[in-house]
């Protein structure tokens, strides 16, 4: 079983159409998570971080719930410049800053 | 502006070469990072340092070796040792070695072989 586990998609969404993505980690003592995009065939670029309580930029809402093992990502009124591959990250506790990244979910958003 | 390089953009490799990737950045960040990314699967960690003249192993050593002389600066060599170097190498930092610090990544370079 992968560390980290996402639903490869991909999403095909009509523009202004919410969107969610799920993921699930194995590690219960994992202690930060992150949501990052990837455009294809560039790099990864942070998304924003997600904390316990739920966070909210703009439209993109990230919801953890450590209990299940399982974080999420909620875009709403979707832009055709969302379509990316979203990667959920997880960090484990102790030593370095190591992070687990999931496969990632491709979005397609069409007009 | 403040980033990190990584150069070159492609690369290619001949049987029993030696290939070095460079990552350069100027963020001032101690920690530092080598990924390989293979189509349909999450990064994997080749490297990392986590402050100047110490690296350790990250889960996919073999067949790469790194150094980190200069705060700035962490190359990632590809031996001949690595049958299967195809692959999209990415280079990352942060500023420090704890988990909730995320990691900022360089533009990536592509390794084929010829």
């Known amino acids: 079983r992968k560390e980290v586990e996402q639903d490869p998609g991909p999403f095909n969404v009509p523009e202004g159409a919410t969107v969610a993505f799920n993921c699930t980690y194995s590690?219960?003592?994992?202690?930060?998570f992150f949501w990052y995009r990837q455009d294809c065939r560039k790099e990864p670029k942070l998304l924003m971080s997600?904390?316990?309580s739920g966070n909210e930029d703009g439209r993109f809402t990230a919801q953890l719930n450590r209990a299940s093992q399982y974080i999420s990502l909620l875009i709403r009124d979707s832009k055709l410049s969302d379509s990316a591959t979203y990667l959920c990250?997880?960090?484990?506790?102790?030593?370095?800053?190591?992070?687990?990244f999931g496969a990632g979910t491709r979005l397609a958003v069409h007009p | 502006d403040g980033g990190i390089t990584q150069s070159p953009k492609y690369l290619f490799r001949k049987e029993g070469q030696n290939v070095t990737l460079s990552c350069e950045q100027n963020?001032?960040?101690?920690?530092m990072y080598w990924y390989r990314q293979d189509p349909g699967q999450g990064l994997r960690l080749i490297y990392y340092?986590?402050?100047?003249?110490?690296?350790q192993k990250g889960d996919i050593a073999e067949g790469y070796s790194v150094s980190r002389e200069k705060k700035e600066s962490f190359p990632l060599t590809v031996t001949s040792a690595q049958k299967n170097p195809t692959a999209f190498y990415l280079c990352?930092?942060?500023?420090?070695?704890?988990?909730?610090?995320?990691?900022?990544f360089g533009d990536g370079t592509r390794l084929s072989i010829l």
């Open positions: 990352a930092s942060s500023i420090g070695d704890r988990g909730n610090q995320p990691q900022h």
């Open positions: 590690n219960s003592a994992s202690q930060s």
């Open positions: 997600v904390y316990s």
């Open positions: 990250v997880v960090s484990r506790s102790g030593g370095y800053n190591k992070l687990i």
């Open positions: 963020l001032n960040h101690d920690a």
């Open positions: 340092s986590q402050i100047v003249n110490d690296f």
